[in-house]
C-alpha cells in the first residue's frame, strides 16, 4: 500500500518562498506520477502541479505558473512544490496524490492522497 507524507508547510508572509516535500513509501512499482492539490476553507480541491513518473513531464495550473516548481528525486522517493512569490490566495491545506500511470494530470483522478499539509500567507 503506497503512503504519502507531506511536510514543508506553514505560516509564510506574501512574497515569500516555501517548500512543500511528498515522502512516498510501500510500493513496489516505481512509475507513479504525482499530483499536487490544494483546498481552501469553503472551496472545492484544485490541482496545482503535477509531474510524469520520470519527471519529463510536467503541469502547473494557470495560478502557479511562474511561481511554483514541482519536481522530484526519484532516488529519494520524494516529489517537492517549491512555492515563490506566495500570495494570500494561496492559502490552502496542500495535498500530495499518486496515480498508478506514468502520466499525470491536473484532475482528481489518483489513486493515492497524503494527509495534506496547512499552508498559510498571511502578514
Known amino acids: 500500500q503506497l503512503q504519502l507524507v507531506e511536510s514543508g508547510g506553514g505560516l509564510v508572509q506574501p512574497g515569500g518562498s516555501l517548500r512543500l516535500s511528498c515522502a512516498a513509501s510501500?510500493?513496489?512499482?516505481?512509475?507513479?506520477?504525482i499530483g499536487w492539490f490544494r483546498q481552501a476553507p469553503g472551496k472545492e480541491r484544485e490541482g496545482v502541479s503535477c509531474i510524469s513518473s520520470s519527471g519529463g513531464t510536467t503541469y502547473y495550473a494557470d495560478s502557479a505558473k511562474g511561481r511554483f516548481t514541482i519536481s522530484r528525486d526519484n532516488a529519494k522517493n520524494t516529489v517537492y512544490l517549491q512555492m515563490n512569490s506566495v500570495k494570500p490566495e494561496d492559502t490552502a491545506v496542500y495535498y500530495c496524490?499518486?496515480?498508478?500511470?506514468?502520466?499525470?494530470?491536473?484532475?482528481?483522478?489518483?489513486?493515492?492522497w497524503g494527509q495534506g499539509t496547512q499552508v498559510t500567507v498571511s502578514s
Open positions: 496524490a499518486a496515480r498508478r500511470s506514468r502520466l499525470c494530470v491536473l484532475l482528481d483522478e489518483y489513486d493515492y
Open positions: 510501500g510500493f513496489t512499482n516505481p512509475y507513479y506520477a
